[in-house]
T-cell receptor
Framework: SQKIEQNSEALNIQEGKTATLTCNYTNYSPAYLQWYRQDPGRGPVFLLLIRENEKEKRKERLKVTFDTTLKQSLFHITASQPADSATYLCALDMSGSARQLTFGSGTQLTV | DAGVIQSPRHEVTEMGQEVTLRCKLI?????LFWYRQTMMRGLELLIY????????DSGMPEDRFSAKMPNASFSTLKIQPSEPRDSAVYFC??????????????FGEGSRLTVL
């Protein structure tokens, strides 16, 4: 069955360091992958999208990589700040229709 | 734009009661998604609409759940009768059409449902 796994439920990191979050998926080849941020009591907020033909995408202190061979995406936050503390979710379209996102369980980052 | 608006933000009800959750889409978006989030199962897609038409409701857990989109800007999710295991945060999200968007979802702030 199709599956999305995020590396750990919680990640603690020192301010100023780079946080690296992992998203692995199985049994599918998505056309793109998305990352969202969710704060307590709030809805998820879109951060970045990376397509299957892109190796890397950057936005300010955020960087996402997408390795379709390994079936893995890495999400990096450089120079992390306490304000980066949140739960980060990866999401894939696993339906083939480019319309339905399946979300990973999320990684809770504490800086 | 005000973003996706959900109501109520919090609902506490007793088992067996009917619950109606409401969602107003972002103007111009033509896809609407209902998700449910729990600690155990994370974010699960319940149903999605495109141009007011339900496309896939395979995530709706039981016949007790129903969703409608009476017009292009509004949707409801109804649970009748409600059960304690329905307790969760229900999110509505909208998305522009494929031609104008990248599949990015815009979420509301959620409706936290507690069924006693």
């Amino acid at each position: 069955s199709q599956k999305i796994e995020q590396n750990s439920e919680a990640l603690n990191i020192q301010e100023g360091k780079t946080a690296t979050l992992t998203c692995n998926y199985t049994n599918y080849s998505p056309a793109y992958l998305q990352w969202y941020r969710q704060d307590p009591g709030r809805g998820p907020v879109f951060l970045l999208l990376i397509r299957e033909n892109e190796k890397e995408k950057r936005k300010e202190r955020l960087k996402v990589t997408f390795d379709t061979t390994l079936k893995q995406s890495l999400f990096h936050i450089t120079a992390s700040q306490p304000a980066d503390s949140a739960t980060y979710l990866c999401a894939l379209d696993m339906s083939g229709s480019a319309r339905q996102l399946t979300f990973g369980s999320g990684t809770q980052l504490t800086v | 734009d005000a973003g996706v608006i959900q109501s109520p933000r919090h609902e506490v009800t007793e088992m067996g009661q009917e619950v109606t959750l409401r969602c107003k889409l972002i103007s111009g978006h033509n896809s609407l998604f209902w998700y449910r989030q729990t600690m155990m199962r994370g974010l699960e897609l319940l149903i999605y609409f495109n141009n007011n038409v339900p496309i896939d409701d395979s995530g709706m857990p039981e016949d007790r759940f129903s969703a409608k989109m009476p017009n292009a800007s509004f949707s409801t999710l109804k649970i009748q009768p409600s059960e304690p295991r329905d307790s969760a945060v229900y999110f509505c999200a909208s998305s522009p059409g494929l031609a104008g968007g990248t599949g990015e979802l815009f979420f509301g702030e959620g409706s936290r449902l507690t069924v006693l």
